[in-house]
Protein backbone atom coordinates (compact mmCIF):
# COMPACT_ATOMS: atom_id res chain seq x y z
CA UNK A 1 0.00 0.00 0.00
CA UNK A 2 1.05 4.13 -0.98
CA UNK A 3 -1.01 5.67 1.14
CA UNK A 4 0.90 8.21 3.04
CA UNK A 5 0.21 9.51 6.09
CA UNK A 6 -0.70 13.10 6.06
CA UNK A 7 -4.09 15.14 6.28
CA UNK A 8 -4.99 14.93 2.74
CA UNK A 9 -8.54 13.90 1.97
CA UNK A 10 -8.61 10.40 0.46
CA UNK A 11 -10.59 9.80 -2.50
CA UNK A 12 -10.74 5.98 -3.55
CA UNK A 13 -11.07 5.24 -7.13
CA UNK A 14 -12.69 2.04 -7.40
CA UNK A 15 -12.52 -0.81 -10.59
CA UNK A 16 -15.56 0.96 -11.97
CA UNK A 17 -14.45 4.26 -11.70
CA UNK A 18 -16.55 6.04 -9.46
CA UNK A 19 -14.98 8.44 -7.15
CA UNK A 20 -15.74 7.76 -3.59
CA UNK A 21 -14.40 10.63 -0.75
CA UNK A 22 -14.27 9.15 2.70
CA UNK A 23 -14.68 11.73 4.11
CA UNK A 24 -18.41 12.73 3.30
CA UNK A 25 -19.06 8.86 2.39
CA UNK A 26 -20.47 10.38 -0.94
CA UNK A 27 -19.39 9.34 -4.59
CA UNK A 28 -17.66 12.50 -6.52
CA UNK A 29 -17.18 13.35 -10.56
CA UNK A 30 -13.82 14.75 -11.50
CA UNK A 31 -15.86 18.26 -11.15
CA UNK A 32 -16.35 17.90 -7.66
CA UNK A 33 -12.67 17.07 -6.88
CA UNK A 34 -11.96 19.92 -8.84
CA UNK A 35 -14.13 22.36 -6.00
CA UNK A 36 -12.15 20.76 -3.19
CA UNK A 37 -8.92 21.52 -4.88
CA UNK A 38 -9.89 25.19 -5.27
CA UNK A 39 -11.15 25.45 -2.21
CA UNK A 40 -8.00 24.77 -0.45
CA UNK A 41 -8.30 20.66 -0.01
CA UNK A 42 -5.38 18.81 -0.45
CA UNK A 43 -6.70 15.37 -1.56
CA UNK A 44 -4.95 11.70 -2.25
CA UNK A 45 -6.41 9.59 -4.53
CA UNK A 46 -6.00 5.88 -4.36
CA UNK A 47 -7.06 3.08 -6.55
CA UNK A 48 -9.07 -0.08 -5.57
CA UNK A 49 -5.41 -1.51 -4.22
CA UNK A 50 -3.85 1.25 -2.10
CA UNK A 51 -1.92 2.64 -4.99
CA UNK A 52 -1.43 6.58 -5.03
CA UNK A 53 -2.63 7.76 -8.06
CA UNK A 54 -3.59 11.18 -7.00
CA UNK A 55 -1.45 12.66 -10.14
CA UNK A 56 -3.47 10.94 -12.30
CA UNK A 57 -6.57 12.10 -11.97
CA UNK A 58 -5.38 15.83 -11.52
CA UNK A 59 -3.73 15.16 -14.71
CA UNK A 60 -7.51 13.87 -15.94
CA UNK A 61 -8.85 17.47 -14.58
CA UNK A 62 -6.59 19.10 -16.56
CA UNK A 63 -6.89 17.62 -19.49
CA UNK A 64 -11.19 18.24 -19.04
CA UNK A 65 -10.22 22.02 -18.02
CA UNK A 66 -7.84 22.40 -20.98
CA UNK A 67 -10.33 20.90 -23.47
CA UNK A 68 -13.46 22.34 -22.12
CA UNK A 69 -13.20 25.56 -20.58
CA UNK A 70 -10.72 28.23 -21.17
CA UNK A 71 -7.17 26.80 -22.04
CA UNK A 72 -4.35 27.48 -20.04
CA UNK A 73 -1.15 25.56 -21.67
CA UNK A 74 -0.48 27.10 -25.48
CA UNK A 75 0.32 24.15 -27.91
CA UNK A 76 3.71 25.80 -27.73
CA UNK A 77 4.34 25.41 -24.07
CA UNK A 78 2.79 21.75 -24.38
CA UNK A 79 5.29 20.86 -27.05
CA UNK A 80 8.51 22.18 -24.97
CA UNK A 81 7.05 20.47 -22.06
CA UNK A 82 6.89 16.97 -24.18
CA UNK A 83 10.72 17.97 -25.29
CA UNK A 84 11.84 18.29 -21.87
CA UNK A 85 11.05 14.89 -20.70
CA UNK A 86 14.25 12.39 -20.73
CA UNK A 87 16.82 15.71 -20.37
CA UNK A 88 19.50 15.82 -17.87
CA UNK A 89 17.32 18.66 -16.36
CA UNK A 90 14.02 17.06 -16.40
CA UNK A 91 14.14 16.59 -12.31
CA UNK A 92 14.99 20.50 -12.21
CA UNK A 93 11.68 21.30 -14.38
CA UNK A 94 9.35 20.44 -11.79
CA UNK A 95 10.52 22.95 -8.84
CA UNK A 96 11.08 25.43 -11.46
CA UNK A 97 7.44 25.31 -12.49
CA UNK A 98 6.60 25.62 -8.74
CA UNK A 99 8.78 28.64 -8.06
CA UNK A 100 6.93 30.67 -10.93
CA UNK A 101 3.77 29.60 -10.16
CA UNK A 102 4.72 30.74 -6.45
CA UNK A 103 6.03 34.37 -8.19
CA UNK A 104 2.58 34.76 -9.32
CA UNK A 105 1.05 34.05 -6.49
CA UNK A 106 3.16 36.27 -4.59
CA UNK A 107 2.29 39.14 -6.85
CA UNK A 108 -0.82 38.33 -6.69
CA UNK A 109 -1.34 39.00 -2.92
CA UNK A 110 1.26 42.03 -3.06
CA UNK A 111 -0.99 43.56 -5.72
CA UNK A 112 -3.97 42.53 -3.42
CA UNK A 113 -2.38 44.21 -0.43
CA UNK A 114 -1.55 47.64 -1.69
CA UNK A 115 -4.79 47.65 -3.47
CA UNK A 116 -6.36 47.21 0.30
CA UNK A 117 -4.09 50.41 1.35
CA UNK A 118 -5.46 52.47 -1.51
CA UNK A 119 -8.95 52.12 -1.39
CA UNK A 120 -11.44 52.99 1.63
CA UNK A 121 -12.77 50.27 3.20
CA UNK A 122 -15.82 51.00 1.61
CA UNK A 123 -14.44 50.36 -1.59
CA UNK A 124 -12.76 47.49 -0.89
CA UNK A 125 -13.35 44.73 -3.55
CA UNK A 126 -13.31 41.34 -2.77
CA UNK A 127 -9.67 39.16 -3.93
CA UNK A 128 -11.27 38.04 -6.76
CA UNK A 129 -12.65 41.53 -8.26
CA UNK A 130 -9.59 43.39 -7.61
CA UNK A 131 -7.48 41.02 -9.45
CA UNK A 132 -9.42 40.43 -12.25
CA UNK A 133 -10.02 43.93 -12.82
CA UNK A 134 -6.52 44.40 -12.38
CA UNK A 135 -5.78 41.50 -15.08
CA UNK A 136 -8.35 43.01 -17.73
CA UNK A 137 -6.40 46.08 -17.56
CA UNK A 138 -2.77 44.70 -17.43
CA UNK A 139 -3.45 41.76 -19.39
CA UNK A 140 -0.73 42.70 -22.18
CA UNK A 141 2.17 43.45 -20.07
CA UNK A 142 1.25 40.72 -17.55
CA UNK A 143 1.55 37.93 -20.16
CA UNK A 144 4.89 39.82 -21.54
CA UNK A 145 6.73 40.23 -17.92
CA UNK A 146 5.48 36.47 -17.36
CA UNK A 147 6.23 35.21 -20.78
CA UNK A 148 10.04 36.68 -20.91
CA UNK A 149 10.69 35.63 -17.08
CA UNK A 150 9.74 31.77 -18.69
CA UNK A 151 11.84 31.84 -21.77
CA UNK A 152 14.67 33.21 -19.54
CA UNK A 153 14.75 31.04 -17.25
CA UNK A 154 13.88 28.14 -20.43
CA UNK A 155 17.05 29.59 -22.26
CA UNK A 156 19.43 29.21 -19.11
CA UNK A 157 18.06 25.47 -18.59
CA UNK A 158 19.22 24.97 -22.44
CA UNK A 159 22.40 26.78 -21.93
CA UNK A 160 23.04 24.70 -18.88
CA UNK A 161 22.39 21.32 -20.61
CA UNK A 162 24.59 22.34 -23.45
CA UNK A 163 27.48 23.08 -21.24
CA UNK A 164 27.15 19.76 -19.62
CA UNK A 165 27.22 18.37 -22.62
CA UNK A 166 30.40 19.67 -23.62
CA UNK A 167 31.67 19.51 -20.23
CA UNK A 168 30.66 15.50 -20.32
CA UNK A 169 32.49 15.26 -24.17
CA UNK A 170 35.45 17.35 -22.63
CA UNK A 171 35.65 14.46 -20.66
CA UNK A 172 35.64 11.69 -22.83
CA UNK A 173 37.60 13.01 -25.09
CA UNK A 174 40.38 13.11 -22.34
CA UNK A 175 39.84 9.34 -21.71
CA UNK A 176 42.54 6.66 -22.80
CA UNK A 177 41.31 5.56 -26.56
CA UNK A 178 40.55 1.82 -25.85
CA UNK A 179 38.06 2.95 -22.89
CA UNK A 180 36.27 5.88 -25.19
CA UNK A 181 35.83 2.67 -27.68
CA UNK A 182 34.32 0.47 -25.48
CA UNK A 183 31.54 3.22 -23.99
CA UNK A 184 30.87 4.72 -28.11
CA UNK A 185 30.05 0.83 -28.80
CA UNK A 186 27.26 1.04 -26.28
Known amino acids: ?21 VATSSYLIFE ?31 VEEETNG ?3 FSTDFMFQIIRF ?4 FQPSLSPFFEHVI ?3 LQMQ ?6 MKNCYSREKILSKAELWEEFVIKQK ?19 RMQENLS ?20 K
Open 166 to 185: NQTESVYSEMPLQFKAIIDD
Open 32 to 62: DIKQLIVDGEKIQVIDSKGNDITKSVLLQII
Open 1 to 21: MNIKKSRNRIIKKYQNRRLYD
Open 109 to 114: KKFHEE
Open 85 to 88: YGKI
Open 102 to 104: ELF
Open 140 to 158: PDLELTISNHVQNNINNFL
Open 70 to 72: ISM
